[in-house]
C-alpha cells in the first residue's frame, strides 16, 4: 500500500506541475499580456511599462519559475482590480464553491445511489423506467434552464428559497440541486450497471444459498463492491463541480470561485486568472488521488497495479 | 415517514421565514437597486462605470448640476459663476456645507480637486473628460477659479457631470502599489453628498445610508429613503426573479420583451424612458475605404430616403424613442432639429440610386458593434431598394478600429456621449477632425470651432445650427434614433427616470 501512495503521489505532483506549465504559457498564447491589460488605446509606453512592471520582457521559463516559486509559498501576486493579494481572495471564495461542489455531490449521491440500487434489484420493472426517466431529463436538460425553472418556483412563485447570495446555508438549496442533478444520471447508471453485475456473481449466489436476508446480501455483500467504480467517478464529477460551477455560481449570484474565474477573465486579471486555474486543478487532482488510493483501500487487487 | 414529512414541512416553514425577510422596501426603508456590473471599489475617479456615476452622485455633490428636464446648469456646491473670460470661470461656493467627514467645505477643497483631477499623472479614469483644465486656484474662503487650457464653452456641463468635489488632502493617504505608485481607489469614500458609504463588499453590493446633516434647499432636495443598497446580479432573469419577490427594488436595461411581460406583475412597474444614446449611420464620404459611392451625396440621400426611422422607433426600440434628425441628442444644449430631413421614401431612394449611375444597387461594406436586431432592421430596408450592404458584426474595439483605419464604407454605430447634455459631447467627437471624423469637411469643422469658442449660450446654439444644417445638408449621416430603456421598480417606489441616465434616488420616496 505505501509503495501503491507513493507511485500515485508521484504521478499526481507531475500533473500538477504540468497543468501549471499550461496555465501560465496559456497567457502567451493568447496574445501578448501587456497589450491585453493595457487594453484600448493606449500608449506604446504604456505598454512598455506594464511589460516592465509584470516582468514580461524576462524569458519565459524564468518567469515561470519566480511566479511558480511565489505560489508555493502562497504568493499569487497581487489582483490589480479587486485591490488584495490573490491569494486572500481565493481563501474567502474558496470555502464558498467548495460547500457548493460538496452539497451538490451529497444531493447526487443521495438521489443517484437508491435509484440505482432500485433499478438493477428489478431490472425493466416501472421502478426501473421511472430511473431512467430521472436520468434521461437530468442529462438532457442544460443546467441554467433548470436553474431557472428552480428560482421561478422555489423562488418566485412559491416564494420558499432566497434567490441570490450567498448569507445562509438556504441560499446553497436551489445552486446544489441545479448542479447536483446534471452528475446523478451518470452516477445511478454507473451503480445500476454495477450492482446488476454484482449480484449475478458466484458469491452473492452463494450468500443467499447461505440463507441471508436479501438486504444484507444487497447492502453489506453487493453494494459494497459496486460502488467501488462509483467512488472514483464521483470524486472526478466533484472536481468538476469545483470547476464548472461558473454558470451556477453566476445565476444565483454566489460569490465563490467560479464567479470570480469569469469575473477575472472580463477584467483580464491575469494573476487571478492563473491562481484560480491552478488551484482549481490542483483540488482536481488532489481529488483523484484520494479516489484512487480509496479504492485500493476498498479492493485491495487495485493496489498491485 | 410522518416524522420525516414534518420535518420536511418545518425546514420549508423556517425557509419561507428566511427567505421573505430580505430587507429592502418599503418596510425596510432601504432601497435596493441592481444592475449586472461588479463595483470593487466606490470612487467615481478611479472606476469607469455607469453605476459609480450614479453613486457619485449620491455620495459627492458637483458644484453646480444639470436639470435633466431642460438641461438648465442649476446651483450645487457653487451659488453662483461667471465666465471672467473664454478661458476662466469663477465660482461662489455654498456656505455650511460639510463632508461626511464632518469638516466644512471650502475653495481648498475645490481647488485640491481640480489639481488632482487633472494632473494626469493621477490617471482618474474619466481623465478625458476633464481634460480641459488647466489649473484651480483660490481667490478667497469662499471663491475659486478654474482655468482652462482653450475655450470651452460646455465646461459647466462636463463639471456639472464627473466635477465631484473631494476633501482636500482626500488621496493623500492611499495605500501604495507595489509599483510604488499610489492606489488612489482604495482610499474610503468621503463627500458632501445626500447619502454616505458605509459598506463596499466586492462583487456583492455597496451599502448607503442617508445624510442627516445634508445641506437644505439645494437641488438635490432632502433624502427621503434612509438606507440605499446596490447589487450585482449577473444575470438578467435572477434580477427580474429577485425584483418580483421584492428582495429588490430597482432593475434598469430591462430587455424589451421581458418588460412587457412582467408589466402584467402587480408588484412591478414598467417604465421606458429616453436616453442620451443615439444610433446612426456614418459615411465613407471621402471613400478612403477604397469604395468610393458614398462620396456621390446623392447615394447618401437615398440611403436616408430608404430607412425607415419611424417603423424602427416604434416596433423595435421603445415607445421613449424617438426618430434622430441631427448628430446629436434633441436633449443636448445646442442640438438643433431645425435641419432638413429625410422622410422614409424608398421610390425616391430608388430614383437617386439611378440617377447616380446604380439603377441596380451595389455591393459595400457595412459595420456594426451592438443591438444586432436594429442592425438588420436597417439592412433589410437597404435591401428593399436594392443596396446590398455586407454585414461586418463585430466587438465594439474592432468596430472602432474599423471606423479608424478606414475599412468602415458604412458604420452602424451609437453614442452615449458620456452622459453630457451638451450639443459637443457627441458632433465634435464625430465631425471636428478627430480620429472618428470620416467627412473632415472643412467648412463644418472651421463652424465647429468657432461654435465652441462662444461662451454666450445663445450665440453659440445659432453658430451650433449652422454647423448642424450643413452636416444634414450634406448627408453626411443618416442619424436614426435615440435609445430608450426600460426601468422596472417596485409599485411602492415613487421614482421618475431621466434622460441622462443618472437615476436620482436622493428625490425617490416610498409612496
Same mark, same amino acid.
Given at each position: 500500500m505505501l509503495a501503491f501512495t507513493a507511485k500515485r503521489l508521484g504521478i499526481a505532483l507531475l500533473v500538477a506541475l504540468t497543468v501549471s506549465l499550461i496555465t501560465f504559457s496559456m497567457i502567451y498564447v493568447s496574445g501578448d499580456p501587456a497589450i491585453a491589460i493595457a487594453g484600448e488605446g493606449a500608449r506604446a509606453q504604456d505598454i512598455e511599462a506594464i511589460r516592465k512592471f509584470y516582468g514580461f520582457d524576462r524569458p519565459i521559463l524564468e518567469q515561470y519559475f519566480s511566479w511558480l516559486g511565489g505560489a508555493l509559498q502562497g504568493d499569487f501576486g497581487r489582483s490589480f482590480t479587486l485591490r488584495q493579494p490573490v491569494a486572500d481572495v481565493i481563501a474567502a471564495r474558496l470555502p464558498v464553491t467548495i460547500t457548493l461542489g460538496a452539497l451538490a455531490i451529497a444531493f447526487a449521491l443521495l438521489l443517484a445511489i437508491p435509484l440505482g440500487v432500485l433499478a438493477a434489484v428489478r431490472p425493466n420493472s416501472i421502478a426501473d423506467r421511472f430511473a431512467l426517466t430521472v436520468a434521461v431529463v437530468g442529462q438532457a436538460m442544460p443546467t441554467f434552464w433548470f436553474a431557472l425553472t428552480l428560482i421561478l418556483w422555489l423562488g418566485v412563485y412559491w416564494r420558499l428559497l432566497p434567490i441570490t447570495g450567498s448569507d445562509s446555508w438556504l441560499n446553497f438549496i436551489m445552486p446544489a440541486i441545479a448542479l447536483g442533478y446534471y452528475v446523478t444520471p451518470a452516477i445511478m447508471r454507473l451503480t445500476r450497471a454495477g450492482v446488476l453485475e454484482v449480484l449475478s456473481s458466484d458469491y452473492i449466489r452463494t450468500a443467499r444459498a447461505k440463507g441471508l436476508r436479501p438486504m444484507t446480501v444487497l447492502f453489506k455483500h453487493a453494494l459494497r463492491n459496486a460502488i467501488i467504480p462509483v467512488v472514483s467517478l464521483a470524486a472526478v464529477q466533484f472536481g468538476f463541480m469545483l470547476g464548472g460551477s461558473i454558470v451556477i455560481e453566476t445565476i444565483f449570484q454566489i460569490n465563490g470561485l467560479g464567479y470570480l474565474a469569469w469575473e477575472s477573465i472580463q477584467r483580464k486579471d491575469l494573476p487571478t486568472m492563473q491562481a484560480i486555474v491552478l488551484s482549481l486543478s490542483v483540488i482536481y487532482v488532489l481529488l483523484t488521488l484520494v479516489a484512487d488510493l480509496l479504492n485500493a483501500f476498498l479492493d485491495p487487487r487495485l493496489r498491485v497495479t | 415517514m410522518k416524522r420525516f414529512c414534518f420535518l420536511l414541512a418545518s425546514l420549508l416553514a423556517a425557509a419561507t421565514l428566511i427567505a421573505t425577510d430580505a430587507g429592502a422596501g418599503k418596510k425596510d426603508d432601504t432601497l435596493v437597486w441592481a444592475t449586472d456590473r461588479d463595483n470593487p471599489i466606490a470612487d467615481p475617479f478611479y472606476i469607469n462605470t455607469r453605476e459609480l456615476v450614479v453613486i457619485g452622485h449620491h455620495v459627492w455633490d458637483t458644484l453646480v448640476f444639470i436639470d435633466p428636464k431642460n438641461a438648465e446648469i442649476k446651483p450645487l456646491l457653487a451659488t453662483k459663476w461667471t465666465w471672467v473670460d473664454p478661458t476662466t470661470l469663477e465660482f461662489e461656493l455654498r456656505k455650511g456645507v460639510k463632508f461626511h467627514s464632518g469638516k466644512e467645505m471650502d475653495a481648498d477643497d475645490v481647488v485640491y480637486t481640480f489639481n488632482h483631477a487633472s494632473n494626469k499623472d493621477n490617471a482618474i479614469a474619466n481623465f478625458a473628460l476633464l481634460a480641459w483644465i488647466k489649473s484651480a486656484e483660490k481667490v478667497d474662503g469662499g471663491k475659486v477659479r478654474i482655468n482652462l487650457n482653450r475655450p470651452f464653452p460646455p465646461a459647466l456641463a462636463y463639471l456639472a457631470g464627473i466635477g465631484f468635489i473631494m476633501q482636500k488632502g482626500h488621496y493623500d493617504g492611499a495605500p501604495v502599489k507595489p509599483d510604488g505608485k499610489k492606489d488612489f481607489g482604495a482610499v474610503k469614500a468621503n463627500g458632501t453628498g445626500p447619502y454616505k458609504i458605509i459598506e463596499v463588499k466586492p462583487g456583492e453590493h455597496i451599502r448607503m445610508e442617508r445624510n442627516a446633516d445634508y445641506f437644505k434647499d439645494g437641488f438635490k432636495g432632502t433624502p427621503s429613503i434612509s438606507k440605499l443598497t446596490f447589487r450585482t446580479i449577473k444575470d438578467t432573469n435572477t434580477r427580474t426573479a429577485e425584483l418580483m419577490t421584492g428582495a429588490i427594488d430597482w432593475i434598469w436595461d430591462v430587455p424589451k420583451d421581458q418588460a412587457e411581460r412582467i408589466?402584467? +406583475? /402587480? +408588484?412591478v412597474v414598467v417604465e421606458n424612458a429616453k436616453t442620451l444614446r443615439v444610433s446612426y449611420l456614418q459615411f465613407d464620404a471621402n471613400g478612403v475605404s477604397g469604395q468610393k459611392y458614398f462620396t456621390d451625396k446623392r447615394v447618401r440621400e437615398a440611403v436616408a430616403h430608404a430607412i425607415d426611422r419611424e417603423a424602427l422607433t416604434k416596433n423595435?426600440? !421603445? /415607445?421613449a424613442s424617438v426618430v434622430a434628425h441631427s448628430p446629436c441628442h434633441p436633449d443636448q444644449f445646442g442640438c438643433s432639429t431645425d435641419v432638413p430631413k429625410y422622410a422614409y421614401d424608398p421610390a425616391k431612394a430608388k430614383a437617386l440610386l439611378k440617377e447616380a449611375g446604380f439603377p441596380d444597387g451595389f455591393e459595400f461594406d457595412f459595420y456594426a458593434y451592438r443591438d444586432r436586431e436594429y442592425t438588420e432592421a436597417v439592412i433589410g430596408d437597404l435591401v428593399k431598394v436594392g443596396l446590398k450592404p455586407k454585414l461586418n458584426y463585430v466587438q465594439y474595439t474592432a468596430f472602432i478600429e474599423s471606423v479608424h483605419k478606414g475599412r468602415a464604407t458604412v458604420a452602424h454605430g451609437t453614442w452615449g456621449s458620456n452622459s453630457v447634455p451638451d450639443v459637443s459631447a457627441m458632433t465634435a467627437q464625430f465631425f471636428? +477632425? !478627430? /480620429? *472618428? *471624423?470620416?467627412?473632415?469637411?472643412p467648412e463644418v469643422i472651421k463652424g465647429i470651432a468657432e461654435a465652441d469658442s462662444i461662451t454666450d449660450p445663445d450665440q453659440r446654439k445659432a453658430a451650433w445650427q449652422k454647423v448642424l444644417a450643413r452636416i444634414a445638408g450634406q448627408s453626411y449621416w443618416v442619424p436614426l434614433f435615440t435609445y430608450a430603456k426600460y426601468y422596472a421598480f417596485s409599485k411602492d417606489l415613487d421614482f421618475k427616470p431621466t434622460s441622462d441616465e443618472i437615476p436620482q434616488f436622493f428625490a425617490a420616496k416610498w409612496k
Open positions: - | 408589466k402584467a +406583475n /402587480p +408588484n423595435l426600440v !421603445g /415607445p471636428a +477632425n !478627430g /480620429p *472618428d *471624423d470620416l467627412t473632415k469637411d
